[in-house]
């Protein structure tokens, strides 16, 4: 009998002190939900971003990598005219094609204004394929093959170009494409 009447009282200080398992499971899953939630609310913060905030955000972050891709890709069209300085262009475009993706990869992770999502999301379509096009280009020349590679050159142009009449309501300048800053 004395063990019934200690059991019931073990209950009454389990109840009281978290009721138990239900109890401390409850607990656990409400601290955990906060964890995991908070950084989509400081993140959904972010999203209230206007087409200038989201301009000059990116441009930030455009204007240093754009000048060293510039740097990196100087005299690259030099080099692809003689057949001894491919290698020296492969490692030129592999060098602009790890800054780019880089630059893409930055500025992917920027929250993008409600308004103006689709065409951003289409910008971005484009710019992958830039990306790509960078890659290939830089194959191409290790190869040898400087005719692929002109072919691939002319439609990265291409790509570049209509990246830039999606968003030219948007005003970027060191974020638009300009084959200049390739060495083209």
Not at 23 to 33: D, S, Y
Not at 124 to 139: D, P
Not at 146 to 162: C, D, E, P, V
């Amino acid at each position: 009998m004395a063990k019934l009447h200690w059991r019931a009282v073990n209950r009454e200080v389990l109840l009281i002190l978290g009721m138990g398992r239900v109890g401390w499971l409850i607990g656990v899953c409400a601290i955990a939900a906060g964890v995991l939630l908070a950084p989509a609310a400081v993140a959904a913060g972010e999203e209230a971003l206007t087409r200038d905030e989201y301009v000059d955000r990116l441009e930030g972050m455009c204007k240093p990598r754009a000048e060293a891709t510039q740097r990196a890709m100087k005299g690259v069209r030099q080099d692809v005219r003689y057949p001894k300085r491919l290698p020296v262009a492969a490692r030129k475009f592999d060098k602009g094609a790890k800054i780019f993706s880089g630059t893409i990869e930055k500025i992917g992770r920027v929250p993008r204004p409600a308004a103006d999502t689709a065409r951003l999301k289409e910008w971005f379509v484009y710019l992958n394929r830039q990306q790509a096009y960078l890659l290939e280009i830089t194959e191409q020349l290790r190869m040898g093959h400087t005719i692929k590679a002109q072919r691939l050159t002319s439609r990265f142009i291409h790509n570049g170009n209509l990246a830039n009449n999606v968003t030219l309501a948007f005003g970027f300048d060191y974020c638009s494409f300009k084959f200049s800053r390739f060495g083209f």
